[in-house]
């Protein structure tokens, strides 16, 4: 399945990419060694329940301690593991195709006893062999050339599981002469855990301008940050929160230790700060909203106003300090961060919060999908300091299902699309706040989990579904969206 979608803006990537260097046979042996431990300690879902329904006073908050936890490598154990396995499979079975082992006691005809000179068989380096080094140079030069990224590509990320194997599937997608779009995928990133939500960054983790970095939430309470220009890459830049090394025990039994500000269940929700670019906010199902600075890998801020999972979180471009998140406990609050997120105003809307998102056009609106098929539009300024805000603009019958994701066209005001489980994407003309469906499509993707609009393409609409198959819809190609939109 594709869960989660994010887009790469055009020439944020690095043309050539660089090649990650193998891990240590160090780092292979602790590798296998914490696979080991965490396949011993059981699943982290099956344990967060049992401490959930018989110990719900036995998880110890790390964040109270002053000493700095190690970073937790058995979520990037997994991965760094089942790659290296894949490539020592994959590297055994080209050498022994190589030896041609079934043919290996017939002597070839023509065949010489004698070398004719030194240089047949013998060079003082291998430098010097002539088929070594044209063999080097050319595997270099293919593998060069597969994977450069040409100026006018775009690359779409998105969180993809299948049969257990949790990846990032980095595409590109090429512009043909006849001006078709040939996508397939650049390089996959392994992730230990199932992914549930993205976001894409640029701040540069390494130093200097820009980067080109993706933060991945998962079923695990950490945070990955992969660099998006390193391929073959198996471990994560940074980690964010998470798992500490040590275990506690309280009452007998071993209790879970997290490191200082780390959520406590999945993360569900990742929105980075475009204004603030060293700013990550993340929602969890442990009723939590954090607000992270990425260049420290610090949590700043820890928000507490919900009363059930908080699944989706947004930042307001026009407000870059404002915030919004959206819960089960259908409910959307909205912080400003600039009193560290002491004013808190709510609205209360139908059924569980799935998503939502500000209107890029009007930085007085954002729009919330929710559980049982409905779309509602709010106006931020009728928010007030209780529990029932302002009411909704308008409220949208959209699906039959819930509706699991939203994306407003960065370039063309009124014009939103939606994904469902009930399979269907569909595109809408908001104008006059008087929204009508202009154009629908069941993708064959299974439930849409994920939609998104292009930056670069403001047309180019991406989708993603249970059946983990990505698509990316020419929504200009509808002649209603041409007639409506395509001036």
Request: aromatic share 6%.
């Amino acid at each position: 399945m594709i869960s989660a979608i994010s887009w790469v803006p055009r020439g944020a990537a690095k043309l050539v990419p660089v090649e990650a260097e193998p891990p240590t046979q160090e780092e292979i042996d602790e590798a296998i060694k914490a696979i080991a431990q965490h396949t011993e300690g059981g699943s982290d879902a099956d344990e967060d329940a049992d401490d959930g329904e018989e110990n719900g006073n036995m998880e110890v908050d790390a964040a109270a301690d002053e000493e700095e936890e190690e970073v937790d490598e058995v979520a990037q154990a997994k991965a760094a593991a089942k790659a290296l396995a894949k490539g020592a499979v994959d590297d055994v079975a080209d050498e022994l195709k190589e030896l041609n082992m079934d043919n290996y006691d017939e002597e070839e005809e023509g065949l010489e006893i004698f070398s004719s000179g030194q240089g047949d068989l013998y060079y003082a380096s291998n430098d010097l062999d002539p088929y070594l080094k044209n063999n080097d140079e050319d595997d270099d030069d293919e593998e060069i050339e597969d994977m450069t990224i040409k100026p006018t590509d775009l690359m779409v990320v998105c969180a993809y599981n299948e049969d257990d194997v949790n990846s990032l599937q980095v595409n590109l997608l090429e512009e043909t002469e006849d001006g078709d779009l040939n996508m397939f995928v650049h390089h996959e990133v392994p992730l230990a855990d199932f992914p549930l939500c993205t976001a894409w960054m640029d701040f540069n983790l390494k130093g200097g301008d820009k980067g080109n970095f993706v933060a991945v939430g998962t079923m695990d309470p950490a945070i990955e940050i992969w660099d998006l220009d390193i391929v073959d890459e198996v471990q994560p830049h940074m980690v964010l929160g998470g798992h500490s090394k040590k275990k506690k025990k309280v009452k007998g039994k071993k209790a879970k230790k997290y490191k200082k500000g780390s959520h406590r269940s999945s993360v569900l929700g990742l929105a980075w700060n475009k204004e603030v670019r060293n700013v990550l906010a993340s929602a969890s199902a442990d009723k939590t909203v954090k607000i992270w600075d990425v260049s420290v890998g610090k949590c700043a801020v820890t928000l507490e106003h919900h009363d059930d999972k908080v699944q989706s979180v947004a930042w307001s471009r026009q407000s870059p300090e404002v915030l919004l998140s959206g819960s089960f406990d259908k409910s959307v609050a909205m912080n400003d961060m600039k009193d560290g997120g002491q004013s808190c105003n709510k609205w209360s809307v139908e059924a569980d919060v799935e998503s939502l998102a500000w209107d890029p056009h009007n930085e007085h609106s954002f729009m919330v999908s929710l559980e049982n098929g409905m779309v509602q539009a709010f106006d931020k300024r009728t928010a007030s300091s209780n529990s029932n805000s302002g009411r909704p603009t308008f409220t949208l019958h959209a699906h039959e299902k819930a509706v699991s994701s939203i994306s407003f066209s960065p370039s063309t005001p009124n014009f939103l699309a939606t994904g469902s489980t009930d399979k269907m994407v569909k595109l809408w003309d908001l104008s006059n706040n008087q929204p009508s469906c202009i154009a629908s499509l069941n993708p064959k993707l299974g439930a849409i989990f994920s939609v998104s609009f292009s930056n670069d393409s403001p047309f180019l609409l991406a989708s993603g579904g249970s059946k983990g198959k990505l698509k990316v819809w020419n929504t200009l190609t509808e002649p209603a969206v041409a007639n409506k939109f395509g001036k």
